[in-house]
Structures are given as C-alpha cells and as structure tokens.
C-alpha cells in the first residue's frame, strides 16, 4: 500500500507541474488531488522536495531499465530522445523553483 501512495502522490504532482509552476503548489494540492490527508503526505515525504528526489529515483531507474531493453543502439537513442522530450514541460516547470540550493 506505501508504494501505491507515493506513486500517487508522484502522479498529482506531475499532472500538477504540467497546469502551473512548482513554486505555485502546495502539499494541500497534492494531497487533495490524491484524496489522502496531510499526515499521510509527511509520512512518506519530508517536504515537495523530498517527493521530487523520489520521483527522480524511481524515473531513472525506470529510464535506464527501458533503455536497456532496447535492442538496437538507434532505439536507445530513440528512447532516452522521446523520453527528454515528453518531460520538458514538467522540467520547465520545476527548474525555475525556490526549492534550488
């Protein structure tokens, strides 16, 4: 069940980050979006940046599994280009953030 929330979690926030800028939204967002209360979001996550490393852990895994399997170098190519343009509007959405160190 604790996998299936944060993946829910990373799912609201990435349907979020494709309708307005990360700076612009709140836990409260997400976790209504999900339909999980405020503790449950803590428990898994410190804060939206916590989530956002998540995310970024699981989707490279996922992203270096899948171009693995590809079985030409072209197809890899092909891959990890479809893949970096599908997430431009998320990165768009994040890089220009307050949470940067």
Do not use: W
């Amino acid at each position: 069940m604790s996998n299936i929330t944060k993946i829910a979690m990373a799912q609201s926030l990435k349907r979020m980050l494709l309708i307005k800028d990360l700076d612009k939204i709140t836990i409260s967002d997400i976790t209504n979006d999900c339909g999980i209360n405020r503790q449950t979001f803590y428990y898994h996550f410190q804060d939206i940046p916590d989530l956002i490393c998540y995310m970024m852990e699981q989707g490279s895994k996922e992203l270096l599994e899948n171009c693995l399997a590809q079985p030409t170098l072209e197809d890899k190519i092909r891959y990890l280009l479809s893949v970096a343009l599908n997430a431009r509007p998320l990165i768009q959405r994040t890089i220009p953030s307050s949470y940067q160190s």
